[in-house]
């Protein structure tokens, strides 16, 4: 599985930016994407992932200003980040599970918001 992360940038602080994972490669049986982030420094943190079923968690800090979701047809997972805060500023990875084996990686894309 081949995961390519797009769409970060630069915004300044209530901006909103769009980032987007296409999938390619053996794609069948990933059950759960989700997008990552990582501020220099810290560990990475589950940002929100959605199932093949829809179903979607996120992060208690993106809640209400983050939206996940998935066009199956394009086989890509979008991630809205609206009302953004310099605090969202970190490196955003994309992330495929499949029933079994480790999760896959793509790899990254830069979100800087400035205040």
């Known amino acids: 599985v081949q995961l390519q992360a797009s769409g970060g940038g630069l915004v300044q602080a209530g901006g909103s930016l769009r980032l987007s994972c296409a999938a390619s490669?053996?794609?069948?049986?990933?059950?759960?994407m989700g997008w990552y982030c990582q501020a220099p420094g810290k560990q990475r943190d589950l940002v929100a992932f959605?199932?093949?079923?829809?179903?979607?968690n996120y992060a208690d800090s993106v809640k209400g200003r983050f939206t996940i979701s998935r066009d199956n047809a394009k086989k890509t997972v979008y991630l809205q980040l609206n009302s953004l805060k310099p605090e969202d500023t970190a490196v955003y990875y994309c992330?495929?599970?499949?029933?079994?084996?480790?999760?896959?990686w793509g790899q990254g894309t830069q979100v800087t918001v400035s205040s």
């Open positions: 992330n495929a599970l499949k029933t079994t084996g480790p999760p896959f």
């Open positions: 490669g053996s794609i069948t049986s990933i059950y759960v």
């Open positions: 959605i199932t093949n079923l829809g179903d979607t």
